[in-house]
């Protein structure tokens, strides 16, 4: 077991992140740096009927000329209908897996109510993942941003990369269309919840992850 963990809140996040959270002796939140792009800040994966599929929030962005955006300040654009989107999304893609029709009514209302800022959204996405894991990663956050290798922590911020993360090899769970294209690596948290349950902090307890 890892001791303090640094890593950022994510749209649900990846299986890697949460594995890595799991096993840290104490989490700490990045809640003081830069919005990217290209990341699980606004995106997660899933395992959809022909492969690999994006989720992505909309945001609001910011006017050329005004500099970076901290990440607790973006705003999430709700003149489109991607919460309908995702949600719809999410039910076709899990609805024959096992435990979709056990957890939907602890994901919908994030789906039914609008939400503003990005950052709130996504910490009260990682309390609806703590209550179906029985943990609690608390609510411990940095104050300032260490762009440098912060001392005294392991720095799982690599994590939050979609496209140029560090690379995992994940162990094999279920998966809903594994019989068409195989198993695909790494997707979001919510693969793993619907195909495997319960039987999912288990899981996430004994990956090996690679932060780097």
């Known amino acids: 077991m890892m001791g303090s963990f640094l890593v950022h809140p994510g749209y649900f996040g990846s299986i890697a992140q949460f594995a890595a959270m799991v096993q840290a002796e104490a989490v700490v939140f990045e809640n003081e740096d830069h919005y990217q792009k290209q990341t699980y800040r606004t995106r997660q994966y899933i395992y959809g009927a022909n492969g690999k599929l994006l989720l992505n929030i909309p945001i609001k962005h910011r006017k050329n ?4 955006q901290k990440y607790k300040n973006v ?3 709700n003149e489109f209908h991607w919460q309908l989107n995702h949600w719809r999304s999410l039910q076709t893609v899990y609805q024959t897996s096992p435990y979709f029709e056990f957890y939907e009514d602890d ?3 994030l789906y039914d109510n609008a939400h503003q ?8 996405c990682l309390r609806v993942i703590e ?4 943990i609690d990663f608390g609510r411990k956050k940095t104050e300032e941003y260490d762009i440098a290798q912060p001392q005294n922590i392991t720095d799982g911020r690599n994590l939050i990369k979609a496209k140029k993360g560090p ?5 094999r769970y279920p998966q809903v269309f594994e019989h068409k294209f195989g198993v695909l690596n790494n997707l979001s ?4 919840i619907f195909n495997e349950g319960p039987n999912a902090f288990e899981y996430l307890r004994k990956q090996e992850i690679n932060l780097r």
Not at 189 to 192: A, G, K, N, Y
């Open 65 to 68: 000329g005004q500099g970076h």
């Open 131 to 134: 209550e179906i894991l029985e």
């Open 167 to 171: 690379k995992q090899n994940l162990s």
């Open 107 to 109: 994901f919908r209302p």
């Open 75 to 77: 705003q999430i654009e």
């Open 189 to 192: 948290i919510l693969d793993l």
């Open 117 to 124: 800022n990005l950052m709130e959204f996504n910490y009260a």
